[in-house]
């Protein structure tokens, strides 16, 4: 009887958005979340005036990064939507302060040690780059865009654009 070894690939995916990449070192806390819109798995967070986590967006600035919305074991909303998830305005999100964490990279190629940037504002030459995204590029308008001096990238992105983001410190915790 012949062996028949089976190969998977030559690369692993990282997975989803949100999903944590690496164990022990990981601190996550929950808080509430607040404002009116839903918190996508791997959302980048701020606090809001009141305590609660909100997506970090336009007019956010480094200073207010907390950390990421982290995937937990939640139903998926959607059936065609697995893999996407979110936490609903006063649901409990755990929030990723420390440790790695796969998200989403919308603009640049990610880099072992790279600088992680947040979208603070929309920019017509890149449709695709939401606000509120992470990328691996300052945009040409310094503006656009803010760097976490705490965080840096764990090295390239999958096919699918997710990338392994490793926070280094804690921030307003």
């Known amino acids: 009887m012949a062996?028949?070894?089976?190969?998977i690939g030559?690369?692993?995916?990282?997975g989803f958005a949100g999903s944590y990449a690496r164990q022990p070192d990981m601190i996550v806390n929950p808080h509430p979340a607040g404002g009116a819109e839903q918190i996508a798995f791997g959302a980048p967070l701020k606090y809001d005036t009141g305590g609660a986590v909100?997506?970090?967006?336009?007019?956010?600035?480094?200073?207010?990064?907390?950390?990421?919305?982290?995937?937990e074991v939640k139903?998926?909303?959607?059936?065609?939507?697995?893999?996407?998830?979110?936490?609903?305005?006063g649901e409990a999100v755990p929030?990723?302060?420390?440790g790695c964490i796969n998200v989403k990279c919308?603009?640049?190629?990610?880099?072992?040690?790279?600088k992680v940037y947040v979208r603070v504002a929309a920019n017509s030459a890149l449709p695709t780059a939401e606000v509120g995204g992470f990328e691996a590029v300052a945009d040409a308008t310094s503006a656009n865009t803010v760097e976490l001096p705490n965080c840096q990238w764990a090295g390239p992105a999958d096919a699918n654009g997710i990338?392994?983001?490793?926070?280094?410190?804690?921030n307003n915790a």
């Open 95 to 98: 929030v990723f302060m420390r």
């Open 106 to 114: 919308q603009n640049g190629t990610p880099a072992l040690g790279g």
């Open 3 to 7: 062996l028949h070894p089976q190969n």
């Open 163 to 170: 990338a392994e983001l490793r926070i280094l410190t804690m």
């Open 10 to 14: 030559t690369t692993m995916p990282h």
């Open 54 to 71: 909100v997506p970090m967006g336009a007019g956010s600035t480094a200073a207010q990064f907390v950390g990421v919305a982290a995937r």
């Open 75 to 89: 139903s998926a909303l959607n059936y065609l939507e697995q893999g996407a998830g979110a936490y609903a305005p």
